[in-house]
């Protein structure tokens, strides 16, 4: 069983809706959609404000849990998670299981002249970039790094930071980090 099954089953047993939850946990709902439907794990913060929410201990969510270790992947599948995070920006996870991995590849497209939404993760998180097409700027804790076709940018995701189009088309990069993780 995995966590996200867990948090199901307490939830219904409690009949307690994923909007219910969102607002007294204060876990965006698509996060605790994602949870559910094995896409990310969460970190700890996030389950100890779930598990008061739904009125236990954080222990309870991770009763019976086990954790399958996939050796090889082969990709991509057909139906890949593609989040869009505006008109401007969508990322697509590039391999499935994400839970049992320590890294999680994603392509990202940015618009001409759009611009990712500011991230910041939690602390010992890492990330890497390689430009496939375009021009973008990086911004990691206010200090800017241009980038253009195949540069790459190594840095630490707990800084503040995000990424802009500067250049004419859509901007593609590859984009490799420490996924969410307990």
């Known amino acids: 069983m995995y966590i996200g099954e867990r948090l199901h089953a307490i939830r219904k047993a409690k009949k307690v809706s ?18 559910e439907n094995k ?14 929410a739904l009125g236990i201990d ?7 849990i086990t954790q399958e270790n996939a050796i090889i992947d082969f990709g991509p599948e057909k139906n890949m998670d593609v989040f869009t995070h505006s008109d401007e ?10 839970m049992n991995k320590k890294m999680m590849p994603t ?5 001409e002249g759009g611009k990712t939404n500011k991230e910041q993760a939690s602390g010992g998180t890492e990330k890497f970039i390689f430009v496939l097409d375009g ?12 980038l ?3 540069n790459t940018l190594y840095f630490d995701a707990s800084l503040p930071h995000y990424l802009r189009n500067t250049g004419k088309g859509t901007a593609k990069l590859i984009c490799v980090g420490t996924p969410v993780s307990l």
């Open 89 to 98: 920006a969508s990322f697509e996870i590039l391999t499935k299981n994400i």
């Open 39 to 52: 896409k990310m794990v969460g970190t700890l913060e996030s389950h100890i404000q779930i598990a008061k």
């Open 18 to 35: 994923l909007t219910e939850l969102s607002e007294k946990s204060r876990v965006q709902m698509a996060t605790l959609s994602r949870i």
């Open 135 to 146: 021009h973008v700027e990086i911004n990691v804790n206010n200090q800017i790094f241009n």
């Open 58 to 64: 954080v222990t309870e969510l991770y009763k019976g």
């Open 107 to 111: 392509l990202v497209r940015i618009e």
């Open 148 to 150: 253009h076709k195949y």
